[in-house]
C-alpha cells in the first residue's frame, strides 16, 4: 500500500498570512494526487485534483503542485473561512490511501 | 444539481450486520463509480470501498475485505454498503462520494465530488 505522509500535522497561522501544507507518497504516484478540506462536522471537499488543477468553484488562493512524491498544497492568503483540516489523497492505485490530515487553526 | 443522501446509520452491537444506502440524484448514475470512506469519531479519512459504474468490479480495504459488501441499483440510482461481523473499530461516519470523471473505476485520473453529509454507525455492547 502507498503510505501518505502530510506536514505539518497542525500550525496556527494568521488571516493573511501564506500557507503551506505538505504532502509525501511513499513511493512515487507521478500527478494521481487530490486535496480536500474538511470543515467540523461537514463531510470533505473536493479543492485540488491531479496535483494542480483547481475544482471548479474553489477561490484562486488555493494552490498545488509536485508530481512524483511530493506535492504541496498553498494558500496564499489565510482567510477566516479556510480554518479547516485539509487531507490530501493518492488515487494512483488501491487503496486509494489519504494523508492523516493537517488542522489549520487560528493564532 | 448532484447530490448524494446517505443512510442506514446506527447503533449495533459487535458480530452484528447494517446496511446503509446512498441516494443519489442529479447524474447519470450509471456512469460513474461510486466509493464509501470512513472516518472514526477524531481521526481522519479511510477508504473502504469502490464499485465500478456498472456494478461489475468491486474493490475493499484490507479491514473491511470478507465483512463489508458493496453493491448499487442503477435502476434505483442507490449505492449500498452492507456491514457484517461488525467490531468497536467500524464505528465511524460513513460518507458515499462520486467519481469525478465518468471512466474506469481504477483509472487512476480521478477524484471524489462530491460527498454525501455522511451517516454515523455506531459499534456498542
Known amino acids: 500500500d502507498i503510505q501518505m505522509t502530510q506536514s505539518p500535522s497542525s500550525l496556527s497561522a494568521s488571516v493573511g498570512d501564506r500557507v503551506t501544507i505538505t504532502c509525501r507518497a511513499s513511493q512515487s504516484i507521478s500527478n494521481y494526487l487530490n486535496w480536500y478540506q474538511q470543515k467540523p462536522g461537514k463531510a470533505p471537499k473536493l479543492l485540488i485534483y491531479?496535483?494542480?488543477s483547481l475544482q471548479s468553484g474553489v477561490p484562486s488562493r488555493f494552490s498545488g503542485s509536485g508530481s512524483g512524491t511530493d506535492f504541496t498544497l498553498t494558500i496564499s492568503s489565510l482567510q477566516p473561512e479556510d480554518f479547516a483540516t485539509y487531507y490530501c489523497q493518492q488515487i494512483y492505485s488501491t487503496p486509494r490511501t489519504f494523508g492523516q490530515g493537517t488542522k489549520v487553526e487560528i493564532k | 444539481e448532484v447530490q448524494l443522501l446517505e443512510s442506514g446509520g446506527g447503533l449495533v452491537q459487535p458480530g452484528g450486520s447494517l446496511r446503509l444506502s446512498c441516494a443519489a440524484s442529479?447524474?447519470?448514475?450509471?456512469?460513474?463509480?461510486m466509493t464509501w470512506v470512513r472516518q472514526a469519531p477524531g481521526k481522519g479519512l479511510e477508504w473502504v470501498s469502490t464499485i465500478s459504474g456498472s456494478g461489475d468490479s468491486t474493490y475493499y480495504a484490507d479491514s473491511v475485505k470478507g465483512r463489508f459488501t458493496i453493491s448499487r441499483d442503477n435502476s434505483k440510482n442507490t449505492l449500498y454498503l452492507q456491514m457484517n461481523s461488525l467490531r468497536a473499530e467500524d464505528t465511524a461516519v460513513y460518507y458515499c462520494a462520486k467519481d469525478g470523471r465518468a471512466t474506469a473505476a481504477d483509472d487512476p485520473y480521478n477524484w471524489f465530488d462530491p460527498w454525501g453529509q455522511g451517516t454515523l454507525v455506531t459499534v456498542s455492547s
Open positions: 491531479a496535483a494542480s
Open positions: 442529479g447524474f447519470t448514475f450509471v456512469s460513474y463509480a
